[in-house]
Nanobody
């Protein structure tokens, strides 16, 4: 059973940056595809970005050019670097782990973190 804990959220002004971390315990993430999803106020959870176990990355259109996902298997941690943040990036961000997933499909992930709040102000 893999436990995931997100951190790094907070309040940031539009145009600013944040780096989210997702630390795993109870198992190694090296064999897992890892994804970041978010849930904006009043909206359903949506795919943001994912990285396969082999390092391939996949981005939602809203994240392309601004967000970067990376993984450090030695630290059992996945990161989400978010730059040029917009008001509409305000959401709870969730980390997820799964095997052989269709990256954009949330129910294919087996393990989820509790989420971290990102608030972008004007």
């Amino acid at each position: 059973q893999v436990q995931l804990v997100e951190s790094g959220g907070g309040l940031v002004q539009a145009g600013g940056s944040l780096r989210l971390s997702c630390a795993a315990s109870g198992g190694t993430i090296s064999n897992y595809d890892m994804g970041w999803f978010r849930q904006r106020p009043g909206k359903e959870r949506e795919f943001v970005v994912a990285i396969s176990w082999s390092g391939s990355t996949y981005y939602a259109d809203s994240a392309k050019g601004r967000f970067t996902i990376s993984r450090d298997n030695a630290k059992n941690t996945v990161y989400l670097q978010m730059n040029s943040l917009k008001l509409e990036d305000t959401a709870v961000y969730y980390c997820a782990a799964g095997r052989s997933v269709v990256f954009r499909v949330s129910y294919q992930y087996d393990f989820w973190g509790q989420g971290t709040q990102v608030t972008v102000s004007s």
